[in-house]
């Protein structure tokens, strides 16, 4: 639910919903993203033991310890507009393995790294709350390593499954409303939190998106219904095409 193209006001309102932010995604998501964070984190790419990852619009570091849980030894930075949600991710490191995550407060579209330092990239249900996304992506392929992987973890709404008349009353209806109880006085966010998901591309079309930025062996896989995806494509090692094919 984070805007990176809000600035300063988004953040303020995920400062005020951070308290109850965790509960809310577990209740609304029926505790599945949980699995959801560590199917991406079984896809992460090292190129250089043990490995640096970078995750976008981090919030509360679910994502961080889903990775550092399966690949212990990992270097994990991290960053987020909300300094409220990067306060809660500190407490979550007690009992990983060094290195300790790193979590920095900023912006998606000006990562604060020097070119070529993390082997993977990864957001998670924070991209489609980016109005610019090529600009993410150029960041991202700016500071991956040549051959490393960035992976996109993010809610959908698939109009031609079977089940798109139920999850679109569920987005549509239900979430807004027990988000709002979840969450008090905040009912808009998760009002905002349905239209973002029904307006995000399907898998494929995001795939496409990754490759004409230039990644490349792209791939994807979907859960839940056909509304939750992962995909992934990796910056080109060193003498190889700049483009990617789905």
């Excluded at 600035?7 to 993203?33: E, H, K, P, Q, W």
């Excluded at 957001?123 to 392929?141: C, E, H, K, M, T």
């Amino acid at each position: 639910m984070r805007d990176e193209g809000s600035g300063t006001a988004i953040s303020r309102m995920f400062d005020r919903v951070a308290r109850r932010y965790d509960l809310a995604n577990r209740v609304m998501s029926l505790g599945l993203d949980i699995r959801w964070r560590k199917a991406l984190a079984r896809r992460l790419k090292i190129i250089d033991q043990p490995g640096r990852l970078l995750d976008l619009a981090a919030g509360t570091g679910d994502q961080i310890v889903a990775a550092k849980r399966i690949h212990p030894s990992l270097a994990a930075d991290g960053l987020d507009l909300s300094p409220a949600m990067v306060a809660l991710a500190e407490p979550k490191w007690t009992g990983l393995a060094p290195p300790r995550p790193e979590m920095v407060i900023g912006s998606a579209l000006s990562l604060p790294y020097p070119e070529g330092v993390f082997d993977s990239v990864s957001i998670s249900f924070g991209l489609r709350n980016i109005p610019d996304r090529a600009g993410v992506y150029a960041q991202v392929r700016r500071v991956l390593k040549p051959g490393g992987r960035f992976l996109v973890l993010e809610a959908f709404h698939d109009r031609q499954s079977l089940w798109a008349p139920v999850t679109g009353f569920y987005l549509k209806r239900v979430m807004p409303a027990l988000g709002g109880r979840l969450v008090s006085r905040e009912r808009a966010a998760y009002d905002y939190l349905a239209d973002s998901v029904l307006a995000f591309p399907r898998p494929e079309a995001l795939g496409a998106e990754l490759a004409g930025a230039g990644f490349g062996r792209i791939a994807f896989r979907v859960y839940a219904f056909s509304t939750v995806m992962l995909v992934w494509g990796d910056k080109p090692a060193d003498g190889q095409p700049g483009a990617g094919q789905i």
